[in-house]
């Protein structure tokens, strides 16, 4: 068969992404967030100190960038990297960017209002197409933060200028150009989630990007040499590949229906995924399993007719599974529902078309000016074209389910 005729990921299977590439002896120091943060920005800016006190930040310390997988064994994730961490990547490339103190803070703050589990709010919610249910309360978090609009007053600054990031194209725009956010997440996600990225490849791809002008007259961050950016639409892509398998739909969808249960139950309260850690909440829900786990000859939750199914034993036997399921079954069928969870879901995809300088040749290459001749990655480069087209054509199964304790 024409290798082009066959789907780029079709190759690309849960256990051959995970496997890939060696889990180092030590990952925490592999993995070294200060050292990665430093390649985002060599010049730190002192004046974000004062404003990574404040309350509405440091909570995000405890909100993990990886959406709950850091908390099932179906994943085996490197290394903790929470929402402030990414906060302050984000900051750091605006910064490193375009040196404006008010984009700067946007991006520091665009992720203030993400509930505990990130992501899986918007699963909970029924936003697993678009994910931006969790967005919407950021303007009036950030307007109603007496501390944050004082700090920003001493700074000659307004709520109204780092509220909305979406306004400043360096720091956000729409899919499939590249931004700091983008950017950002898609580093720490590659080293923690499958190790395809570390710092050495990382510094690679962000010291060949500039900040050029795109389709729409608009600055839009985007890569000098045609090579890297091939390597990096790639690298985006298999991550985003891993975001749409089965595997990912379900332990997102699986941990947001244990959430909605455990409210429902009086288990936990709404106002606790913004004010509790996702360590305090496990440690809440550990607590509860254990309590509602009767031991009988049948097993967990079980009586003379089967397994039990009240609401109670339900919450227990989700929360069991999520914490300890290694696999999934992909199948194009629904399983039964008394021993299966199983999802079918389209979720939003993740994927880059980033702008690339054309290469030209002759004498005065060298002295392109890096605001014109510029193209879209797909348009020159038939490589980076198929992984795209694949990408967004690629299907898993109709179903993924899992077994449940």
Same mark, same amino acid.
């Given at each position: 068969?024409?290798?082009?005729?066959?789907?780029?990921?079709?190759?690309?299977?849960?256990?051959?992404?995970?496997?890939?590439?060696?889990?180092?002896?030590?990952?925490?120091?592999?993995?070294?967030?200060?050292?990665?943060?430093?390649?985002?920005?060599?010049?730190?800016?002192?004046?974000?100190?004062?404003?990574?006190?404040?309350?509405?930040?440091?909570?995000?310390?405890?909100?993990?960038?990886?959406?709950?997988?850091?908390?099932?064994?179906?994943?085996?994730?490197?290394?903790?990297?929470?929402?402030?961490?990414?906060?302050?990547?984000?900051?750091?490339?605006?910064?490193?960017?375009?040196?404006?103190?008010?984009?700067?803070?946007?991006?520091?703050?665009?992720?203030?209002?993400?509930?505990?589990?990130?992501?899986?709010?918007?699963?909970?919610?029924?936003?697993?197409?678009?994910?931006?249910?969790?967005?919407?309360?950021?303007?009036?978090?950030?307007?109603?933060?007496?501390?944050?609009?004082?700090?920003?007053?001493?700074?000659?600054?307004?709520?109204?200028?780092?509220?909305?990031?979406?306004?400043?194209?360096?720091?956000?725009?729409?899919?499939?150009?590249?931004?700091?956010?983008?950017?950002?997440?898609?580093?720490?996600?590659?080293?923690?989630?499958?190790?395809?990225?570390?710092?050495?490849?990382?510094?690679?791809?962000?010291?060949?990007?500039?900040?050029?002008?795109?389709?729409?007259?608009?600055?839009?961050?985007?890569?000098?040499?045609?090579?890297?950016?091939?390597?990096?639409?790639?690298?985006?892509? $298999?991550?985003?590949?891993?975001?749409?398998?089965?595997?990912?739909?379900?332990?997102?969808?699986?941990?947001?229906?244990?959430?909605?249960?455990?409210?429902?139950?009086?288990?936990?309260?709404?106002?606790?995924?913004?004010?509790?850690?996702?360590?305090?909440? $496990?440690?809440?829900?550990?607590?509860?399993?254990?309590?509602?786990?009767?031991?009988?000859?049948?097993?967990?939750?079980?009586?003379?007719?089967?397994?039990?199914?009240?609401?109670?034993?339900?919450?227990?036997?989700?929360?069991?599974?999520?914490?300890? $399921?290694?696999?999934?079954?992909?199948?194009?069928?629904?399983?039964?529902?008394?021993?299966?969870?199983?999802?079918?879901?389209?979720?939003?995809?993740?994927?880059?078309?980033?702008?690339?300088?054309?290469?030209?040749?002759?004498?005065?290459?060298?002295?392109?000016?890096?605001?014109?001749?510029?193209?879209?990655?797909?348009?020159?480069?038939?490589?980076?074209?198929?992984?795209?087209?694949?990408?967004?054509?690629?299907?898993?199964?109709?179903?993924?389910?899992?077994?449940?304790?």
């Amino acid at each position: 068969m024409d290798d082009s005729s066959t789907n780029f990921f079709q190759a690309y299977d849960w256990d051959t992404m995970m496997k890939q590439h060696p889990v180092p002896q030590d990952p925490a120091a592999f993995y070294d967030i200060k050292k990665y943060h430093k390649i985002l920005s060599p010049d730190y800016p002192d004046f974000l100190d004062r404003y990574l006190e404040l309350p509405s930040l440091k909570r995000l310390a405890g909100v993990g960038l990886l959406c709950g997988t850091d908390w099932t064994k179906l994943y085996n994730n490197r290394f903790y990297y929470s929402r402030l961490d990414h906060s302050v990547g984000v900051a750091l490339i605006i910064w490193h960017f375009t040196h404006d103190k008010a984009q700067t803070l946007a991006g520091l703050f665009h992720d203030a209002s993400t509930p505990v589990f990130s992501h899986v709010s918007d699963f909970r919610k029924g936003d697993a197409l678009t994910q931006t249910a969790t967005e919407a309360p950021n303007e009036n978090l950030l307007k109603n933060d007496k501390a944050l609009c004082g700090l920003l007053a001493e700074d000659e600054l307004t709520v109204d200028q780092i509220c909305d990031y979406h306004i400043y194209p360096v720091a956000d725009n729409e899919i499939p150009q590249l931004s700091a956010d983008r950017l950002e997440y898609m580093f720490p996600s590659g080293m923690a989630l499958d190790g395809s990225w570390d710092l050495s490849s990382i510094e690679r791809a962000y010291n060949d990007i500039v900040v050029l002008k795109n389709e729409d007259g608009k600055d839009e961050i985007g890569f000098k040499t045609l090579e890297i950016a091939e390597d990096y639409c790639r690298r985006f892509c $298999m991550i985003g590949h891993i975001l749409q398998l089965n595997e990912n739909k379900l332990t997102l969808h699986m941990l947001g229906q244990i959430m909605n249960m455990a409210v429902e139950q009086g288990v936990l309260q709404e106002e606790d995924f913004m004010n509790k850690s996702e360590r305090e909440i $496990m440690d809440k829900l550990e607590h509860i399993a254990a309590l509602r786990e009767p031991q009988g000859p049948h097993g967990i939750g079980q009586g003379p007719h089967g397994i039990g199914q009240g609401p109670q034993i339900q919450l227990t036997r989700l929360y069991r599974t999520f914490r300890t $399921m290694t696999k999934i079954e992909h199948t194009n069928h629904a399983l039964p529902t008394d021993e299966y969870f199983c999802v079918s879901l389209n979720v939003k995809q993740r994927y880059i078309d980033p702008l690339v300088i054309v290469p030209t040749k002759g004498p005065f290459d060298r002295l392109r000016d890096h605001t014109s001749q510029t193209s879209r990655l797909s348009q020159i480069s038939p490589f980076a074209h198929k992984i795209i087209e694949d990408f967004k054509a690629y299907s898993d199964t109709a179903y993924g389910c899992v077994k449940l304790i």
